[in-house]
């Protein structure tokens, strides 16, 4: 296990959830969308619950259609709290919560009932509801656990293509992918814990510590005694980096969590014929007040171009 993560301020959980939210709450469609997207995993509620659901929603919407009734508004809104918290936790629930309690600028109750849903289902949550809050602050906590699955997914792949990856090499990929969403999900419900600690201590000098995250084990045998070393090695560089070489301290680790950088440079790699999905290509740029001066694309099996030996050379 481990953290290797700056802390989390309530500032900055509160900026980007209230930010979200009240996009969702401006637009309709968006908002639409989101709600029936929660309705779909709709599966062990009663009729009962569903309908009281159905009915806060629709109260929720009266609420907002009343912009300019200040009274008709309150009264909504306090119905719509009202029905929602006597309801069995859900994530359509949490979702209408947060809504009713952003009109209400009550924002850290609304952030906390949001992130509820990264608890009950972070797959839904991360990939469908608010893959930006994911991207803006979950990503930025699960650094070791991208890195981790990549080196695995290297040792895997090793020099050769994708297009050259027998059956068994590519059957591994697929199993690495599978267990690779199972082990973000069950991050994401530990980060989501460690953002509502923070919350909940708003108002307190003592800080949270960043959570200590699970990275599961890799298989047997050498291949993972010896990927075993060198994650033990790096994630004990990483902690003490900022200590032992002060030096690096402009070094930083940036998470490309929804691949928004990766589609703009035009580096994707589509390797879905392979069982997986998007990925990027190897590549490694040099970068000098804003302005790329070399990059160094892989393109084939062979990892030449993009080592560490060829960058060094561009200094």
């Known amino acids: 296990m481990t953290s290797t993560a700056a802390a989390t301020t309530p500032s900055q959980i509160l900026q980007h959830t209230t930010a979200f939210l009240n996009d969702v709450v401006s637009q309709r469609d968006l908002r639409c969308r989101l709600i029936s997207t929660l309705h779909r995993v709709i599966s062990d509620q009663t009729t009962t619950t569903v309908n009281h659901l159905k009915l806060a929603n629709d109260t929720l919407e009266a609420a907002i259609t009343f912009s300019n009734n200040t009274a008709a508004r309150s009264t909504s809104l306090s119905l719509a709290e009202k029905l929602l918290l006597r309801l069995p936790e859900s994530p359509l629930a949490?979702?209408?919560?947060?809504?009713?309690?952003?009109?209400?600028?009550?924002?850290?109750?609304?952030?906390?009932?949001?992130?509820?849903?990264?608890?009950?289902?972070?797959?839904?949550?991360?990939?469908?509801?608010?893959?930006?809050?994911?991207?803006?602050?979950?990503?930025?906590?699960?650094?070791?656990?991208?890195?981790q699955f990549e080196d695995r997914r290297s040792w895997i792949v090793s020099s050769k293509s994708l297009s050259k990856m027998s059956e068994e090499e590519a059957r591994k990929l697929r199993d690495l992918e599978r267990e690779y969403e199972e082990v973000v999900d069950e991050n994401c419900k530990v980060v989501a814990v460690y953002f509502k600690e923070v919350l909940e201590n708003e108002h307190k000098d003592a800080s949270i510590d960043p959570p200590l995250l699970t990275l599961s084990s890799v298989g047997e045998g050498d291949e993972t005694e010896e990927i075993d070393k060198a994650e033990t090695l790096l994630l004990k560089n990483e902690r003490h980096n900022a200590k032992t070489f002060p030096k690096n301290k402009h070094l930083k680790f940036l998470v490309d969590g929804v691949a928004k950088y990766t589609n703009a440079l035009r580096l994707e790699l589509d390797v879905s014929n392979k069982g997986l999905d998007i990925r990027s290509k190897r590549f490694t740029p040099l970068v000098e007040d804003?302005?790329?001066?070399?990059?160094?694309?892989?393109?084939?099996?062979?990892?030449?171009?993009?080592?560490?030996?060829?960058?060094?050379?561009a200094f």
């Not at 992130?115 to 650094?143: K, M, N």
């Not at 892989?298 to 030996?309: D, W």
């Open 94 to 147: 949490s979702f209408l919560l947060s809504l009713v309690l952003t009109i209400r600028n009550r924002h850290t109750e609304a952030a906390t009932s949001f992130l509820r849903i990264f608890l009950s289902d972070p797959s839904l949550a991360r990939s469908e509801i608010a893959p930006v809050i994911y991207d803006l602050l979950f990503s930025l906590h699960l650094g070791p656990v991208f890195r």
């Open 290 to 313: 804003i302005k790329v001066k070399v990059a160094n694309i892989k393109n084939g099996g062979e990892f030449t171009i993009s080592s560490v030996e060829e960058t060094i050379k």
